[in-house]
């Protein structure tokens, strides 16, 4: 009985040896990012980064900056990238669906393999702590009061931050003024200055810089728990529930092979517990999103984005 149990044991121990020596690869990892350091990209890639060290200690991930065009200049990019399931691009949607509407990028979305989304951030309005606009109420009514006066920062053009922007004064008829940054590390000093009105951006943003901006609504089904105090949009009168996605791309000739070792490699952090404490902290919500998930999660979002872009008017000129 005791050899049976030792047999057993050393069969598990091969087994998990052997599965962790497929997940980990075999070279450092170059993984591209398409904003600048500082966003909720960057956070996210730096977690990724420290776990995958702590799984597979022999190898580094290089994080690695081209921003530029809302993510454009990256994703325009990512197929000239070598094919050897080393080189890996973050993505995120809607981006990668409302930019090729409006027709400025050199990519079509299905220029763009995704083989694992990882996670979900909340769109939530902020404003300075410095404001004079204490609630959502107060900010209905000086955007009412100053139509076209009040300016709000976003990550990029066509972009979910510009669309949440436009949803937002589609919803309460207001108009306000979107100003695009590189991305949400580069709206942070403008917001915290006050050199806008505040920004329609994420949930890690606001988590993040709590002492410093006020959030004014999420949308989000519930309250977020690292914001109690801040009501969602459906509360407010709204069905607004989104945000952006993110996730990990590769060049389109990679391997079906090399795309199923990637899909694992980070479905295993994304499920590990310290990345979903980490998560958990930062306002990030996961999702496993893999290759077998795939085609019909595309199928689904790029049709519920083209959709949402014809309703805001994106692609028009």
Not at 2 to 16: A, D, E, P, R
Not at 250 to 256: A, G, M, N, Q
Not at 274 to 295: P, Q, R, S, Y
């Amino acid at each position: 009985m005791k050899k049976q149990i030792l047999l057993l044991g050393l069969i598990f121990f091969f087994g998990v040896s052997s599965l962790q020596a497929q997940v980990c690869p075999d070279k450092n990892v170059q993984y591209w990012q398409a904003f600048p350091p500082g966003g909720e990209s960057d956070i996210s890639a730096r977690h990724q980064q420290l776990l995958l060290k702590r799984k597979c200690a022999n190898i580094e991930t290089i994080i690695q900056y081209k921003a530029g065009a809302g993510g454009a200049l990256m994703w325009s990019q990512m197929n000239m990238l070598p094919a050897d399931g080393i080189h890996v691009v973050g993505i995120n949607l809607p981006h990668i669906v409302f930019q090729p509407i409006e027709g400025l990028v050199q990519f079509k979305t299905s220029d763009i393999v995704a083989v694992y989304w990882f996670h979900y951030t909340p769109d939530i309005l902020v404003v300075p702590v410095t404001s004079p606009i204490k609630s959502f109420a107060d900010f209905l009514l000086a955007a009412k009061a100053r139509p076209g006066e009040l300016s709000l920062a976003g990550s990029g053009l066509n972009s979910a931050n510009h669309a949440a922007h436009e949803r937002l004064d589609a919803a309460f008829g207001i108009k306000t003024i979107y100003v695009p940054f590189k991305g949400t590390g580069d709206l942070s000093n403008a917001v915290i200055g006050a050199q806008v009105h505040g920004a329609m951006t994420y949930t890690p943003f606001a988590i993040n810089n709590a002492q410093r901006v006020r959030a004014l609504a999420v949308a989000m089904d519930k309250r977020h728990p690292l914001l109690p105090d801040v009501p969602t949009f459906k509360e407010i009168g709204v069905n607004w529930v989104d945000g952006a996605y993110r996730g990990i791309g590769v060049p389109k000739s990679t391997p079906l092979e090399q795309r199923k070792r990637i899909s694992d490699m980070w479905s295993a952090m994304n499920n590990d517990p310290e990345m979903i404490d980490l998560a958990a902290k930062n306002g990030f919500e996961l999702v496993d999103v893999g290759l077998e998930k795939m085609d019909a999660f595309m199928r689904e979002k790029t049709q519920l984005y083209t959709e949402g872009a014809a309703r805001l008017g994106l692609g028009k000129k």
